[in-house]
């Protein structure tokens, strides 16, 4: 059965620094989605990606996040200059242009420290 | 209007009986009604989902019973099991992007 991948699983940084969280989506998905999920606490959108362009970002995607689809496969979330707060579970989804199912990587956990 | 309101924040259920999981939305805008299910150091994973034009779905040991006039929408799973110990999430999604809005789960435990 299809499903979406991420790398790396976990990933510690110190703050300041540049992480770069990975997404391999369901091959034939159109839409792409990240989350987080802060430990204990409730999933959070952070931004839709459809058509090579962003389609909708929250508040919290702010000036030091960015995403990119770099080839027909990965779609990456880049974080420029990470901050203690931005410690939490990133989860990649993905959907095709036929229903509205969502499916989810298992998540990347980043600490920023 | 963007939150999703979920109940109970944790449930402990005896094996062999019923767990039933509260929602509710202010937004009338959203049409999709989705329930994750999670486990520890997992991503979500869809259990079940409703559109506002039915007022219930059944898959197996899963209900979602929608409520469209109260805003209100529940998951009932039937004979609970152990394995189904996990956190559930409701979400709620508005059209065109259908971005998630998350309810803050519960945490359902299953005794033997």
């Known amino acids: 059965e299809p499903e979406v991948t991420q790398t790396p699983s976990h990933q510690v940084t110190q703050m300041g620094q540049e992480v770069i969280l990975r997404c391999v989506p369901i091959?034939?998905?159109?839409?792409f989605y990240w989350y987080r999920q802060i430990l204990g606490q409730k999933v959070e959108f952070l931004v839709s990606f459809y058509n090579n362009e962003i389609s909708e970002k929250s508040e919290i995607f702010d000036d030091q996040f960015s995403v990119e689809r770099p080839d027909g496969s990965n779609f990456t979330l880049k974080i420029r200059s990470t901050k203690l707060e931005d410690s939490a579970m990133y989860f990649c989804?993905?959907?095709?242009?036929?229903?509205?199912?969502?499916?989810f990587g298992p998540g990347t956990r980043l600490t920023v420290t | 209007q963007q939150q999703v309101k979920q109940s109970p924040q944790s449930l402990i259920v005896q094996k062999g009986g019923i767990s039933i999981i509260n929602c509710a939305y202010e937004n009338t805008a959203f049409d999709y009604f989705p329930w994750y299910q999670q486990f520890p150091g997992k991503g979500p994973a869809l259990l079940i989902a409703?559109?506002?034009d039915v007022s219930e779905k059944k898959e197996g040991r899963f209900t979602i019973s929608f409520n469209k006039s109260a805003k209100q929408f529940s998951l009932h799973i039937m004979d609970s099991q152990p394995g189904d110990s996990a956190t559930y999430f409701c979400a709620a999604s508005p059209g065109n992007n259908r971005k998630l809005i998350w309810g803050l789960g519960t945490s359902l435990a299953v005794n033997p």
């Open positions: 989804a993905s959907r095709d242009d036929r229903s509205y199912e969502q499916y």
């Open positions: 091959s034939n998905h159109l839409y």
């Open positions: 409703i559109r506002p």
